[in-house]
């Protein structure tokens, strides 16, 4: 497998689950050793087997933790230079208000 970036990663966010796509796509990665997963739907969650095709059951990871909680506030609970990588699992753009400024942007970049 192709490495991400220049300086593999080896603590990964990624903030909102969805079907859990990403989070799978974080563990196969040779270099990560931890996949923190921070969404507000505990319903997302609990429906994740439904997806398993898709995810592969990987909320069982021993790698990946999971926190029900906004994925902006669990940033910034947690000490700078926590993730070497950080991603989003958005939800479709009809739901979200796409033109809302991003709240995101509101943090500082030592995250």
């Known amino acids: 497998m192709a490495s991400w970036c220049v300086n593999p990663a080896a603590r990964v966010l990624v903030i909102g689950f969805g079907v859990g796509n990403t989070t799978r796509a974080a563990t196969l990665h040779?270099?990560?050793?931890?996949?923190?997963?921070?969404?507000?739907?505990?319903?997302?969650?609990?429906?994740?087997?439904?997806?398993?095709?898709?995810?592969?059951?990987?909320?069982?990871d021993p790698k990946v933790t999971v926190y029900v909680n906004d994925g902006r506030h669990h940033l910034r609970l947690q000490p700078e230079g926590t993730y070497d990588l950080i991603a989003l699992e958005p939800p479709p753009s009809r739901l979200s208000a796409s033109h809302a400024p991003n709240p995101l942007n509101t943090l500082p970049n030592s995250v």
């Open 30 to 60: 040779p270099s990560v050793t931890r996949v923190d997963v921070a969404d507000l739907s505990t319903n997302v969650l609990r429906h994740a087997s439904y997806f398993e095709d898709a995810n592969a059951g990987v909320l069982r």
